[in-house]
C-alpha cells in the first residue's frame, strides 16, 4: 500500500483503539477514497498475489469451499423465497407489486414499468439471494444455471452508476445480496454448474463496485449506512481481494460515525420513519454482530445506540410481531432483528419480544415516551406468556415532528391501536414514491402522504404540511429543488403523563396552511378504551370544515355499521366500537379509503369520517373501545364555552358492575372548577371514575390548584399530577 494509505488505516486503527471518533480520521479518509479508487484501476488486480495466479478452475474451488460466513448473515429459508426462485427461472419478476414476465435476453436498462422504482429494485438483484437459496435446499442445478444465466448478462451490459438517482444506493445492495448469494454458495457442488471464470469476473466487480461506493457515499442517512455496510462486507467477508482490510477499517469507522450522528438520543432514527428505522437497525446489528464475529473493535458508544435504537424497535412491535407503519413504511419480520439484538447485548427484554413472550423477561413498565421523535406508545402489559402476550393492547400515538428527510407524512396527532390479537385503527402506510399522476389522475404519493390518509383531523380538505411534489418540480425545470415540504406545523404547549392506571398527552397544532388551531387531549383511561377530545378554534370569521377521520385495517371492510341516537353516532365492528358525541351538523360515514402494507399493493379499507362545518370553535369528543376491556353504554359530551371547560361523561360495565367515567378539561387558560357530590376541584383537567353507589374509586388529576372530596386519603398532597385509586 502507498503512504497514504497507511497513514488512514493507522488514523482509522487508533480512533478505534482509543474508543472514539475523530473528525479528523473521518475526513481524511472521505478526502483520500478517490486516490484510492484510482490507485486500484491503476493496478487492475483486485485480488491478492496468491488468488491472482489460480487458474479459474481452482479459483472457484477456493471460493466455494472456503465457510466464512457467520449463521446470522445466512436468510432463513422461506415460501416467499422458494417461489419467487420458482418465478424467476420461469422469467416472471415480482418487484414493488408488479409482475413481468421477461424474455430472454432481455436487457437491464429498459424498465417495464411506468415506476422507476421498479428497475432500481430489479439493479439490486434480490432475486440472486432466493436463487442461490432455492439452490443450496433442492440441489436443483436449474436455479443455478438461471443465477449463472442472469449475473453473466448483467456484467456484460451493466457497469456501476447506471441509476444515478441512487446515490450508490442501488450498487450497495446489490453488493450485499451478492455477498450473501455467494455465501450460500459455498460448501455446495455449484462449480459443477457454473461457468468457469464467472465468480472471478463477479468477484472482481464486486471489489469495482465496494470502490465505487466509497466514492459516492451518501452524506448522510439510511443510504449512507447501507452504502457503508456492504463495503464492510465485502472487506471482511472477502479476504482474499488485494485491498479487503482497508476496505473493512475504513467502511467501519465512517458507519460507526453514521451511526452516532443519525440515530437520536431516544434511539429513534432521524427521519422517523419505523421501516426505515427498523432497516437502519437490522443493518446496525448486523454489522455490530459481524465486526465482534472478526475480532474488530469498535467504538463502545455504538453499544449504547444500539441498545436504545433496538429499545424503540422493541416499544414499537405489535403483539402479532409487526410495527405500525409509520412514514414511508412497508411491512417485514423484525423477530430476527430483536434476536440478534438479544444475543448481542443479553437482553432478556429483547428476547421477551424476539419470541413472541415465549423466552426472556417483560418489562416493568407499559407505556414510553421518546421524546426527541414525540412518539408515545402506551400498552396494557407484556403478558406472562404467549397467549397472554399476543392479547395485550398496543397503542402508538404521534406528538412529534417530522423527520430529517422526505420520508414522514403529514400526520401529527395520529394513532394506532391494535387489541385482543387484531389491528383496529391503522396507518395506511405508503404504497408508491412515484409522484406522477395515476391514469384516475390522482397523485398516489400525495394521497398516502397527506393528513387526511392519517388518523387525525383535517381542515378545509388541507395538509397540516404543504405538499411539494417532485414530479411537478422536475417538470417545472427543478425549481425549488431544495424543498421537499412546506413548513411543518408548530407544536404548542405539549402536555403529557404517563401513569400506572391512564395515560394522556395534550398539545396544540400551528399550521401555517390554514388559520384554525388544533387541540387534541389523547386519554387511554385505565388502559381499556382511548378518549380523544379535538378542539378546533376558529376565530377568523370565517367558515371551515373540520374531518375528524379513522382509518381501520382492511380486517374491517363491509363489517362497519353506524347507528346511534340524538347524543353520539356509533361505528359498530365484531371487535370494537367508536363513539362520536353529536355536535349540530355533524355528518359521519363510513368511506372506502386504501391501506398498504407492501410497496406497490392497497387494499381497499373503510374510513370513519366525521364532518362538521362551523364558523365557531368545532369540538369532536370520540372514544375507541375494544370489545371486552369495557362495555361502553353511553358516551355523553357537555361544552360550556362560557365556562371554558368541556366535560364528557362515559357510563358502561366492567364485570356487570356498572361504572362512569368523568372527563373535565379546560378549553382556554383557566382552569376547571368542579364543586359536585362532595367533590372539589380547581386545576386544568381531571379525570375520575365512580362505581355504582357514587363512590370515586379513581382519580387522575393535571394543573392541581385545588382538590379534596368525600373519602380522600390524608397522604394525598397538591402536585402537578396526581393519581390515586382504590
Not at 432497516?279 to 454482530?289: G, N, P, R, S
Not at 358492575?657 to 368523568?662: A, G, H, L, S, T
Request: charged share 20%; hydrophobic share 40%; proline share 5%.
Amino acid at each position: 500500500m502507498g503512504l497514504i494509505t497507511d497513514l488512514l488505516l493507522k488514523l482509522c486503527r487508533r480512533a478505534f483503539r482509543d474508543g472514539n471518533v475523530p473528525a479528523a480520521a473521518v475526513a481524511a479518509i472521505e478526502q483520500g477514497l478517490d486516490r484510492g479508487v484510482l490507485a486500484t484501476k491503476r493496478k487492475n488486480q483486485f485480488f491478492s498475489d496468491q488468488i491472482e495466479q489460480l487458474n479459474a478452475t481452482d479459483f472457484q474451488a477456493h471460493f466455494l469451499h472456503s465457510c466464512r460466513a457467520p449463521s446470522f448473515l445466512l436468510p432463513a429459508v422461506t415460501p416467499t423465497r422458494l417461489h419467487n426462485a420458482d418465478l424467476i427461472v420461469t422469467g416472471r419478476f415480482v418487484l414493488i407489486g408488479e409482475t413481468y414476465e421477461l424474455p430472454a435476453g432481455f436487457s437491464w436498462r429498459q424498465n417495464p414499468s411506468p415506476d422507476k422504482e421498479w428497475q432500481i429494485a430489479q439493479h439490486k438483484h434480490s432475486f440472486a439471494v432466493d436463487l442461490a437459496l432455492a439452490y443450496r435446499e433442492s440441489n436443483n442445478p436449474a436455479y443455478l444455471q438461471c443465477w449463472a444465466t442472469l449475473m453473466s448478462s448483467w456484467l456484460a451490459e451493466m457497469g456501476s452508476g447506471y441509476i444515478t438517482a441512487s446515490d450508490a444506493q442501488v450498487e450497495a445492495k446489490r453488493v450485499e445480496h451478492w455477498t450473501i448469494a455467494l455465501l450460500l454458495l459455498t460448501g455446495t457442488p455449484a462449480a459443477n454448474h457454473l461457468p468457469p471464470g464467472l465468480l472471478a469476473a463477479l468477484l472482481r466487480r464486486l471489489a469495482e463496485e465496494a470502490w465505487y461506493i466509497l466514492a459516492h457515499l451518501k452524506p448522510a442517512r439510511n443510504h449512507r449506512t447501507f452504502q457503508l455496510y456492504s463495503v464492510f462486507l465485502a472487506g471482511v467477508l472477502f479476504p482474499e481481494l488485494r485491498e479487503a482490510r482497508q476496505l473493512m477499517v475504513e467502511s467501519a469507522l465512517l458507519m460507526t460515525n453514521n451511526l452516532l450522528t443519525d440515530i437520536l438520543p431516544d434511539g429513534v432514527q432521524v427521519e422517523l420513519s419505523t421501516h426505515y428505522h427498523q432497516l437502519v437497525m437490522e443493518t446496525a446489528t448486523t454489522f455490530i454482530a459481524l465486526a465482534r464475529w472478526c475480532g474488530l473493535a469498535l467504538d463502545p458508544a455504538l453499544n449504547t445506540v444500539l441498545e436504545r435504537g433496538l429499545t424503540f424497535s422493541f416499544w414499537m412491535q405489535r403483539p402479532d410481531g409487526s410495527i405500525p407503519l409509520i412514514g414511508d413504511s412497508d411491512e417485514g419480520d423484525h423477530l430476527p432483528l430483536l434476536m440478534l439484538g438479544a444475543d448481542l447485548l443479553n437482553s432478556p427484554e429483547l428476547r421477551w419480544a424476539a419470541t413472541l413472550g415465549q423466552a426472556g423477561t417483560p418489562p416493568d413498565t407499559q407505556a414510553k415516551y421518546f421524546e426527541d421523535a414525540g412518539y408515545f406508545v402506551l400498552g396494557d402489559g407484556w403478558g406472562s406468556d404467549p397467549a397472554s402476550f399476543a392479547q395485550r393492547q398496543h397503542i402508538f400515538y404521534d406528538c412529534g415532528q417530522l423527520g430529517v428527510g422526505s420520508h414522514s407524512h403529514y400526520d401529527l396527532f395520529n394513532f394506532t391501536y391494535y387489541a385482543a390479537g387484531v389491528p383496529l385503527v391503522v396507518d395506511p402506510g405508503r404504497y408508491t414514491y412515484n409522484a406522477a399522476p395515476a391514469p384516475d389522475g390522482l397523485d398516489w404519493r400525495q394521497q398516502f402522504k397527506s393528513t387526511a390518509y392519517h388518523n387525525t383531523v383535517t381542515i378545509d380538505g388541507l395538509d397540516q404540511t404543504r405538499y411539494i411534489s417532485k414530479w411537478q418540480r422536475d417538470r417545472a425545470g427543478g425549481s425549488h429543488s431544495g424543498m421537499k415540504h412546506g413548513p411543518a406545523p408548530e407544536i404548542l404547549d405539549r402536555r403529557w403523563f404517563l401513569g400506572q392506571q391512564s395515560d394522556w398527552v395534550d398539545a396544540q397544532a400551528r399550521s401555517t396552511e390554514y388559520a384554525p388551531l388544533h387541540r387534541r387531549f389523547f386519554l387511554y383511561m385505565r388502559c381499556q378504551y382511548l378518549l380523544i377530545v379535538d378542539q378546533v378554534r376558529i376565530d377568523d370569521g370565517h367558515t371551515h370544515s373540520c374531518d375528524l377521520r379513522f382509518h381501520l385495517d382492511p380486517l374491517w371492510l363491509n363489517q362497519v355499521t353506524l347507528a346511534g341516537d340524538a347524543e353520539t353516532i356509533i361505528a359498530h365492528t365484531p371487535s370494537f366500537q367508536v363513539w362520536v358525541s353529536r355536535v349540530p351538523n355533524l355528518d359521519g360515514r363510513v368511506e372506502t379509503g386504501w391501506v398498504s402494507a407492501h410497496y406497490g399493493i392497497k387494499e381497499p379499507a373503510p374510513v370513519l369520517s366525521f364532518r362538521q362545518c362551523n364558523a365557531g370553535t368545532v369540538t369532536f369528543c370520540s372514544l375507541v373501545a375494544p370489545v371486552g376491556a369495557m362495555e361502553v353504554v353511553r358516551l355523553q359530551t357537555q361544552c360550556e364555552q362560557d365556562e371554558g371547560q368541556l366535560r364528557c361523561t362515559v357510563a358502561g360495565q366492567i364485570a356487570g358492575q356498572p361504572i362512569v367515567d368523568e372527563v373535565f378539561i379546560a378549553l382556554g387558560k383557566a382552569s376547571v372548577t368542579v364543586a359536585e357530590a362532595g367533590l372539589c376541584f380547581r386545576g386544568r383537567h381531571l379525570v375520575l371514575r365512580r362505581s355504582h353507589t357514587g363512590q370515586i374509586t379513581y382519580l387522575c388529576a393535571h394543573g392541581v390548584e385545588q382538590l379534596h372530596w368525600d373519602g380522600a386519603p390524608d397522604e394525598l398532597h397538591l402536585k402537578e399530577d396526581v393519581e390515586w385509586w382504590q
